[in-house]
């Protein structure tokens, strides 16, 4: 990142070849990045546009990290305890291109998840039935599952979500089942299939 004038440019070196200027789509002006992930030869970065202020903007780049293009918009942001910036999006461990992201649609928070990285999103669908047995009546797009997706920043607290990379396709998660993402009513949920369906 280099700042001129108040306003910031960034950078990238592939395989440590001179550096390049990053090369956002015209309407963006960004005026804070976060490089998310460098796996599987692409940048998966989140990117704050001027006229944003809780939300984040994904990008993924070309192999070289040159040219980004948009994956997700509004991804719900906030400060964590130190005053940092901290993402609602989570990578889950032990299967490549899997994420979680909270998103912002018409005021609501709603919790999508990706199996190539960015390229396509999806609600995520909610249990057949509750822990007794119960019917739960939850139609995708109108009802689906959230997922609290902050990480916690004490290293010996695993946070509201969980995936290992020695159980791959296991994700242990806090949320709820509705329209959007609700701090009342939170339930543990439990997928073996890397997110494509759950428990409670």
């Known amino acids: 990142q280099a700042t001129s004038g108040g306003r910031a440019s960034y950078f990238v070196s592939y395989k440590r070849e001179s550096f390049a200027q990053i090369k956002l ?5 960004p005026k804070d990045m976060h490089i998310i992930s460098t796996d599987e030869k692409q940048v998966f970065a989140a990117v704050q546009e001027w006229n944003q202020n809780e939300t984040y903007n994904l990008y ?7 040219y980004f293009t948009l994956a997700l918009e509004n991804v719900k942001s906030s400060r964590g305890l130190e005053g940092n910036i901290v993402i609602d999006l ?3 461990a032990g299967i490549n291109g899997v994420f979680l992201a909270n998103r912002k649609v018409d005021e609501c928070v709603k919790t999508y998840i990706t199996y190539n990285k960015g390229r ?3 609600l995520l669908p909610a249990p ?3 822990l007794k047995g ?3 009546n939850c139609l995708l797009p109108f009802c689906s599952l959230h997922f609290n997706l902050q990480m916690s920043e004490n290293p010996y607290n695993s946070g509201s979500i969980s995936s290992k990379a020695t159980a791959p396709w296991l994700i242990v998660a806090s949320g709820n089942v509705g ?12 997928s073996s299939d890397g997110g494509n369906s759950w428990k409670h």
């Open 90 to 92: 989570y990578e889950v």
């Open 179 to 190: 329209s959007e993402l609700s701090s009342t009513d939170t339930n543990m949920f439990i």
């Open 120 to 122: 396509d999103w999806r």
């Open 25 to 29: 789509p015209k309407y963006s002006l």
């Open 128 to 130: 057949d039935t509750d």
């Open 134 to 136: 119960n019917p739960i």
């Open 60 to 66: 993924i780049s070309d192999p070289r990290g040159v």
